[in-house]
T-cell receptor, first 118, second 114 residues
Framework: AQKITQTQPGMFVQEKEAVTLDCTYD???????LFWYKQPSSGEMIFLIY??????QNATEGRYSLNFQKARKSANLVISASQLGDSAMYFC???????????????FGRGTSLIVHP | NAGVTQTPKFQVLKTGQSMTLQCAQD?????MSWYRQDPGMGLRLIHY???????DQGEVPNGYNVSRSTTEDFPLRLLSAAPSQTSVYFC?????????????FGSGTRLTVV
């Protein structure tokens, strides 16, 4: 079974609008971390934001915020005021501890392709 | 501060050949890992290491070997290349088991096996 599920293969958004990219996860660990990465067409992996399972507040980094709903096991990325440069692949990832059978090394979802229209 | 350096950036191999993908980091990171990225599959973990002398298998380890003799280096060896190993390979590192600073990725190696 997949540990990280990203159900949106592709998303389109108008420039300056907000967009939400979905991510659900599966773990039995109490201590885990969730990441979002951006991969532009140039191919590099860019770290965007992190949410720890014990963090009480949703993480925010500039225009990026992570909507963390622990009971629903979801960690959606919200990009506010989209820009043309936001067009890229976005990957959700989770690292677990040993209780969940993890290794502290992230497991990635299959990604969502975001296209921002002018 | 170079971060994570992967070499080569591109490589073409013939079926059955062997080669080593190099990964080096200068951040004194304990955790290092290798992923492969294939279209529609995201990044899949091949092997990882939580410190010098310690390695373990990930999701797709077959056909690959690793070793970690120093903190800085984590090479990935393809023993006998197969067309199914055509992929983009990423090396990543982190100071500890995943923190708010994320994992730092190298720029990737695009490998084609013919």
């Amino acid at each position: 079974a997949q540990k990280i599920t990203q159900t949106q293969p592709g998303m389109f958004v108008q420039e300056k609008e907000a967009v939400t990219l979905d991510c659900t996860y599966d773990t039995s660990d109490q201590s885990y971390g969730l990441f979002w990465y951006k991969q532009p067409s140039s191919g590099e992996m860019i770290f965007l934001i992190y949410q720890g399972s014990y963090d009480e507040q949703n993480a925010t980094e500039g225009r990026y915020s992570l909507n963390f709903q622990k009971a629903r096991k979801s960690a959606n990325l919200v990009i506010s005021a989209s820009q043309l440069g936001d067009s890229a692949m976005y990957f959700c990832a989770m690292r677990e501890g040993s209780v969940g059978g993890g290794s502290y090394i992230p497991t990635f979802g299959r990604g969502t392709s975001l296209i921002v229209h002018p | 501060n170079a971060g994570v350096t992967q070499t080569p950036k591109f490589q073409v191999l013939k079926t059955g050949q062997s080669m080593t993908l190099q990964c080096a980091q200068d951040m004194n990171h304990e955790y290092m890992s290798w992923y492969r990225q294939d279209p529609g599959m995201g990044l899949r973990l091949i092997h990882y290491s939580v410190g010098a002398g310690i390695t373990d298998q990930g999701e797709v380890p077959n056909g690959y070997n690793v070793s970690r003799s120093t903190t800085e280096d984590f090479p990935l060896r393809l023993l006998s290349a197969a067309p199914s190993q055509t992929s983009v390979y990423f090396c990543a590192s982190s100071y500890s088991g995943g923190t708010r600073y994320g994992y730092t990725f190298g720029s990737g190696t695009r490998l084609t096996v013919v």
